[in-house]
């Protein structure tokens, strides 16, 4: 499989991260223990580990982004050990790379609302 098809299949696999349990809801309000966590592609041997980039929306800025690594097979990482700590509406998006460090593009942005605790 050629890299511009594996990165083509990956983010359709990629394409929804999945708060909480909520499918894809455009900001679904979730509680601080809450999950992030995302489908693993077709070809999941390949990837050797996934970038989580979070960041903080207020109001129409955006807070510095925050990068994790998250190493394969794993897909699924807790808010607050992402950095989604305080609450309020945040952002993340998702990318498989490959060991010799190829990424795919990072999937759109999924929003999500963290509630008071």
Sequence with gaps: MSNRSWTTALTRFLGCIVMASA??????KVK?????????SADHWRVAEYHLTL????G???SLKGTHVIKA??????CQDAGANTSGRWQATVQACLSDGTCSQADK???FQVAEP
């Design 23 to 28: 499918a894809c809801a455009s900001s679904p």
């Design 32 to 40: 601080p223990t809450c999950a992030i966590s995302w489908d693993r």
């Design 55 to 58: 960041w903080k929306m207020n």
């Design 60 to 62: 129409e800025q955006a």
């Design 73 to 78: 097979p794993m897909t699924q990482v807790s």
């Design 109 to 111: 942005p999924m929003s």
